[in-house]
């Protein structure tokens, strides 16, 4: 195995997630789209389901990634949060995924594959747009849409569903505008009698900032993966980071003052220093903007990136320390009294470490600590 590696901590994954448990004592969904943030959807499906409280529900984006968690013996309701389509709708059915629906459109569609299995219902849960822009039923329209479902025989009427917009942010009145609509619409189908089975809008920001918005199950992503989803809200959840990167030293050698590294020449040395390369670029998902930009962590002590960042390594600037090959590098995670995460690299990304997780390729071999 190449000594560039993602090392998940299943540990601190089921600290996480029973922290977020313990704090809104409701139903969870796990969220294990993109192959659970790119920790790795197996393992981390198992190390949820090997806890006493499991997951309730898993949530995935697309059909493939359901089909996949069915492969791996999932027995819960798996919960797809994009609407069917003529190409997936079939194996739906077939693997007894969730469907998110929302328009006449994807109840057509249902009702024509089910004709080929009277005796079947699928469950679906209806996504409701109260504010996000993007996916849902438009909030106004939402109730007579509702109960057409809750009429028809060939649904199960399994959840309701919205999605906030801001709930990561301090500023929560479009948060709470986003809510109050949900509530409305839940508050007019209880008035007539409408079984809606359970509710849910809690992302990670509204499962850190908004206990009012818990409902009947929460849906967290990024939280259970040990990052809060912005840096601007506070909490006493105490998150841990699941993900850390790691390699090793692979070649060490004294530069000139005047020499230059990397492609570009972005580097030119002010003084005679080492310089040493790390086995992981770009393509590993090391985003080429880090260039110049980033640390990394030897012996508990950080050495700044320089260069241009190549699809296959990058180089650090290690002045005069003693060094060897083989050394152990951090590029993500925590040393005695250093700490490098994906809060750091999303600073100099303008992104956010969903994004960050979620690229780092499939070449970068997983490990797993238990
Ligand atoms: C429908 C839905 N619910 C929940 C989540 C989880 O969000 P977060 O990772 O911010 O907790 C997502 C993620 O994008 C989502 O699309």
Same mark, same amino acid.
């Given at each position: 195995m190449r000594p560039t590696k993602a090392v998940i901590n299943l540990a601190h994954l089921k600290a996480n997630y029973l922290a977020i448990r313990k704090i809104t004592k409701t139903k969870v969904l796990a969220v294990v789209k993109a192959d659970a943030y790119g920790h790795g959807v !197996?393992?981390?499906v198992n190390a949820l389901n090997s806890l006493k409280?499991?997951?309730?529900?898993?949530?995935?984006?697309?059909?493939?990634?359901?089909?996949? =968690?069915? @492969?791996?013996?999932? &027995?819960?309701?798996?919960?797809?949060?994009?609407?069917?389509?003529?190409?997936?709708?079939?194996?739906?059915? &077939?693997?007894?995924l969730i469907p998110t629906v929302f328009c006449e459109a994807h109840l057509?569609?249902? @009702?024509?594959? =089910?004709?080929?299995?009277?005796?079947? &219902?699928?469950?679906?849960?209806?996504?409701?747009?109260?504010?996000?822009?993007?996916?849902?039923?438009?909030?106004?329209?939402?109730?007579?849409?509702?109960?057409?479902?809750?009429?028809?025989?060939?649904?199960?009427?399994?959840?309701?569903?919205?999605?906030?917009? %801001?709930?990561?942010?301090?500023?929560? !009145?479009?948060?709470?505008?986003?809510?109050?609509?949900?509530?409305?619409?839940? %508050?007019?189908?209880?008035? &007539?009698?409408?079984?809606?089975?359970?509710t849910h809008?809690?992302?990670?920001? !509204?499962?850190?900032?908004?206990?009012?918005?818990?409902? @009947?199950?929460?849906?967290?992503?990024?939280? =259970?993966?040990?990052?809060?989803?912005?840096? !601007?809200?506070?909490?006493s959840l105490k998150l841990k980071p699941v993900l850390s990167l790691l390699s090793e030293v692979a070649s060490c050698r004294w530069f000139e003052k005047g020499d230059s590294v990397s492609y570009g020449r972005k580097y030119i040395l002010k003084r005679r220093s080492q310089i040493i390369s790390i086995p992981i670029g770009y393509a590993d998902g090391l985003n080429r903007n880090l260039s110049n930009k980033m640390f990394c962590i030897i012996k508990d002590k950080l050495y700044?990136?320089?260069?241009?960042? %190549?699809m296959d390594r990058i180089m650090f600037d290690i002045g005069e320390a003693k060094i060897s090959i083989g050394e152990d590098v951090l590029l993500l995670g925590k040393s005695r009294h250093q700490s490098i995460d994906a809060w750091d690299w999303s600073a100099q990304l303008n992104t956010i470490p969903y994004e960050i997780t979620c690229n780092i390729s499939k070449r970068v071999p997983r490990v797993y600590l238990a």
């Open positions: !197996a393992e981390v409280e499991k997951p309730e529900y898993f949530g995935v984006a697309l059909s493939e990634e359901g089909i996949a =968690l069915r @492969d791996i013996n999932v &027995k819960q309701p798996i919960l797809i949060f994009e609407p069917p389509n003529q190409h997936n709708i079939d194996e739906i059915i &077939k693997y007894e057509r569609l249902i @009702d024509k594959y =089910l004709v080929r299995r009277p005796a079947m &219902k699928l469950k679906v849960h209806v996504k409701i747009d109260t504010g996000m822009g993007r996916l849902g039923i438009p909030f106004k329209e939402a109730v007579p849409f509702i109960e057409k479902i809750a009429a028809n025989d060939n649904f199960i009427l399994d959840g309701v569903y919205s999605h906030f917009a %801001t709930s990561d942010e301090i500023d929560k !009145a479009f948060a709470e505008l986003q809510l109050r609509r949900f509530t409305q619409i839940l %508050t007019e189908l209880k008035k &007539k009698n409408i079984k809606i089975g359970i809008i809690a992302n990670s920001g !509204a499962i850190l900032t908004m206990p009012e918005a818990y409902f @009947d199950m929460v849906r967290p992503g990024i939280s =259970l993966y040990g990052y809060p989803p912005s840096q !601007a809200i506070t909490s700044q990136q320089v260069g241009r960042v %190549t």
